[in-house]
């Protein structure tokens, strides 16, 4: 299985940047794909679809999100953070069955 | 408007099995290129994927569970089922159920039910 690691937790300021990352154990993208997906989940909520192949937004999802990235290395920005930001980010990978997640990074405030 | 919402038994006794209902709307599993996907998360911790259906009822499970589980679908009446055998206490978690999209340039999960709490308990 593919291994994605992010870092537990990561502490911003309200209107900063903040950048999340995740690291693949093997290459997720294929051709002209990058096949890593990003989540936001609020407690007590299900994920939400933020990033779709490493640089797309999600319909609906504000553009102070972006991603980026290829191969093992991608990035989740948030530019600028915002209260209702604060929430665990999942990174996802589907190069290859079975599709896998990150452990999540949990975003707070400093 | 795509919506989908988990049903399930709430609670259950170690070794009895898991059934557990997907009920959708805005989307068909009938067209091309559409699947629905399985996704659990003990308390706390993280997601771990269980199974996928696509519209041509092609299943993938993840090996970890791959007997125990089984994905269904009744396209008829927009519902995708998901059965576990032999369930104990590590199968207590939240369960969800989601649209999955990008058949064939690597899928992702773009809609997801609200989740339904399982708990294995004697």
């Known amino acids: 299985d593919i291994v994605l690691t992010q870092s537990p937790a990561l502490a911003v300021s309200l209107g900063q940047r903040a950048t999340i990352s995740c690291r693949a154990s093997?290459?997720?993208?294929?051709?002209?794909?990058?096949?890593m997906h990003w989540y936001q989940q609020k407690p007590g909520q299900q994920p939400k679809l933020l990033i779709y192949r490493a640089s797309n937004l999600a319909s609906g999802i504000p553009a102070r999100f972006s991603g980026s990235g290829s191969g093992t290395d991608f990035t989740l920005t948030i530019n600028p953070v915002q209260a209702d930001d604060i929430a665990t980010y999942y990174c996802q990978q589907s190069r290859e069955s079975p599709p896998t997640f990150g452990a999540g990074t949990k975003l707070e405030l400093k | 408007q795509v919506t989908l919402k988990e049903s399930g038994p709430g609670i259950l006794q170690p070794s009895q099995t898991l059934s557990l209902t997907c009920t959708f709307s805005g989307f068909s599993l009938s067209t091309y290129g559409m699947g629905v996907g399985w996704i659990r998360q003990p308390s706390g911790k993280g997601l771990e994927w269980l199974a996928n259906?696509?519209?041509?009822?092609?299943?993938y499970y993840n090996p970890s569970l791959k007997n125990r589980l089984t994905i269904s679908k009744d396209t008829s009446n927009n519902q995708a089922f998901l059965k576990i055998t032999n369930v104990d206490t590590a199968d207590t978690a939240t369960y969800y159920c989601?649209?999955?999209?990008?058949?064939?340039?690597?899928?992702?999960?773009?809609?997801w039910g609200q989740g339904v709490m399982v708990t294995v308990s004697s």
């Open positions: 259906i696509w519209w041509d009822d092609d299943k």
């Open positions: 093997q290459s997720v993208s294929i051709s002209r794909y990058n096949l």
């Open positions: 989601a649209r999955i999209v990008g058949y064939n340039s690597g899928y992702y999960f773009d809609y």
